[in-house]
Nanobody, 116 residues
Framework: QVHLVQSGGGLVQPGGSLRLSCAASGSIFNINVMGWYRQAPGKQRELVAAITSGGNTNYADSVKGRFIISSDNAKNTVYLQMNSLKPEDTAVYYC??????????WGQGTQVTVSS
């Protein structure tokens, strides 16, 4: 059984940085896409950034130039480096893997709070 285990997150001041990690445990094959989503209170979950197995990346306009997604395919791990954080980045962040184009796996979520 596959589980995605997230780490990182927490409380940071505006302008600060945080790094999130998400690693798959168990046997998972043919990962097509790894991504990060976030959900703020009262809002829908939204895509933050995604990276394909070939290394192509996609970012939400709100985080372009501030966040960087990367992956270690050998370790089935994806990272999200978040810089120049703003209060509006406050949300629960979730990682998601898509494997064999059909199977989806979600991490447990981690709180990121940007506040002075």
């Amino acid at each position: 059984q596959v589980h995605l285990v997230q780490s990182g997150g927490g409380l940071v001041q505006p302008g600060g940085s945080l790094r999130l990690s998400c690693a798959a445990s168990g046997s998972i094959f043919n990962i097509n896409v790894m991504g990060w989503y976030r959900q703020a209170p009262g809002k829908q979950r939204e895509l933050v950034a995604a990276i394909t197995s070939g290394g192509n990346t996609n970012y939400a306009d709100s985080v372009k130039g501030r966040f960087i997604i990367s992956s270690d395919n050998a370790k089935n791990t994806v990272y999200l480096q978040m810089n120049s954080l703003k209060p509006e980045d406050t949300a629960v962040y979730y990682c998601k893997f898509v494997a064999a184009a059909t199977r989806q796996y979600w991490g447990q979520g981690t709180q990121v709070t940007v506040s002075s």
